[in-house]
């Protein structure tokens, strides 16, 4: 386990080339649960307009009952429908990060650290593919398609916003939150104290200030 | 006497024998309240304590809440035109001030890094501006408890290590991409995404480290503070 912040950040470089490059490698693996998450909602109908979800090598591929509109310089067949395809790579290398991060703290635990920061980032991904695929069906497909799922202006602003902040903030934070709350107790050592404790014993005193702030009842 | 400061967490803090007040480290300096308002202050004490009561939770809501409304605010088309574009137009034409150093071929023009001897250039688009891994780390370092000034020098170095490491990740691609395109896509879309907030969360490690130290150095020793001698006086 490396001793100082220093050695830390050195083992976090040395393993990025191999966890990135074993990622890739492994990414259709990798995203298998988000397939079965974004089949069974489009099974489910949620959105209406998406028939089915396709995994593609290096992502998915919505599938909709949307016509497209018409477009200058393009001629559709008459029964063609709308298929949006998102390269989920962008939006899951938190995972690698993740694991870089585990493999360098290089913790007793560290196999079943990735499983469970694999697990735990799932989520957010699923999340940011479902937001990208809307973004480019609902925002990107031209006011024609925009108008047949008739969504409300909030929810597209929704999208937009979930889009930026899945495709700009949300794959590596979450990785360094999941990463962080999994090895808290090697951080204590580079910090000096347990950073949760730290935020405990904020907390502490403020209940304590409360409690001696608080006028006790008087008796009858 | 207890003394109660703010209306969050109403605190008496610590007396001394003279009865001035000491201030822990990780309390916020707050404005004495007036005489009188002990009612009111105990009300909003109890709020403070009910909605503080659980400290990570606390932390994590503060953290994501003020990240949403920085990442909205600058998604606006005011935050758009008086801040994100004249700062990545600003960083541009550092980098080009940087690189032409030792590259006189390199020009800026708008958000465009542009190389004039062979028409190569990069724009610094959402996400390699550095905005977003600032406002990752004011989050953090805002949510975080400790003193308003731990939190501003916190903020001046974080600022200034992020936004210089984004510096070189700018000027990295710049030749990267000269040189080769997939290594540039790779370097561009994942590694340099994940080594930025790799520095904002060394960054904040050593923020904490450090206000730790100096909340452990300005504890008192756990006699109370009392100073006895190290050798026995003679009577």
Same mark, same amino acid.
């Given at each position: 386990m490396p001793s100082t912040i220093g050695r830390f950040f050195l083992r976090i470089l040395a393993w990025v080339p191999p966890v990135f490059l074993a990622w890739y490698v492994l990414v259709p693996l990798l995203h298998w649960p988000i397939r079965w998450f974004l089949s069974g909602m489009a099974l489910l109908g =949620?959105?209406?307009? =998406?028939t089915s979800v396709q995994q593609t090598l290096h992502g998915f591929e919505f599938l909709t009952n949307l016509a497209p509109g018409a477009t200058p310089g393009q001629v559709f067949r008459a029964d063609a429908t709308v298929s949006s395809e998102v390269d989920a790579r962008l939006y899951s290398y938190g995972t690698a990060l993740m694991a870089s991060l585990t493999l360098a703290a290089w913790h007793p635990q560290r196999w079943r650290n990735l499983w469970y920061g694999w697990l735990a980032l799932l989520p957010f991904q699923m999340l940011a593919v479902f937001a990208v695929g809307m973004k480019q069906i %609902? %925002?990107?497909?031209g006011p024609a398609v925009r108008e047949q799922a008739a969504w409300a202006q909030w929810q597209l602003e929704t999208i937009a916003y979930l889009y930026q902040f899945s495709t700009l903030i949300m794959p590596p934070v979450t990785a360094l939150a999941v990463w962080f709350v999994l090895h808290r107790k090697f951080v204590e050592k580079f910090v000096g104290a347990d950073v949760i404790g730290m935020l405990r014993a904020a907390d502490a005193e403020r209940k304590a200030a409360h409690a001696a702030a608080t006028p006790k009842p008087k008796r009858p | 006497m207890h003394r109660f400061y703010g209306c969050c967490a109403a605190a008496p803090l610590r007396e001394s024998k003279d009865d001035s007040l000491t201030f822990h480290p990780h309390e916020r300096r707050r404005f004495p309240a007036k005489a009188g308002s002990g009612t009111i202050h105990a009300y909003y004490a109890q709020c403070a304590a009910v909605f503080c009561g659980f400290s990570m939770v606390r932390f994590l809501i503060l953290f994501l809440v003020i990240q949403a409304v920085l990442f909205g605010a600058q998604l606006t088309p005011w935050g758009q035109e008086y801040f994100v574009i004249p700062w990545t137009n600003g960083l541009a034409h550092f980098c080009a001030q940087l690189v032409a150093l030792v590259d006189p071929s390199a020009i800026a023009n708008g958000k465009i890094l542009r190389s004039a001897a062979n028409g190569f250039a990069v724009s610094i688009e959402a996400g390699c501006n550095g905005i977003e891994a600032t406002m990752v780390l004011l989050a953090a370092i805002l949510a975080f408890p400790s003193t308003w000034k731990q939190k501003a020098w916190g903020l001046a170095l974080g600022f200034v290590a992020v936004q210089g490491l984004n510096v070189v990740r700018i000027i990295s691609l710049f030749y990267l991409g000269q040189w080769n395109m997939t290594a540039f896509e790779w370097a561009h879309l994942y590694i340099w995404q994940a080594l930025i907030m790799l520095d904002v969360l060394i960054v904040w490690l050593i923020w904490v480290r450090r206000i730790n130290r100096s909340a452990r150095n300005a504890q008192p020793p756990e006699d109370g503070g009392s100073m006895t001698p190290s050798t026995p006086v003679a009577a």
């Open positions: =949620v959105p209406e307009f =998406v %609902l %925002l990107n497909s | -």
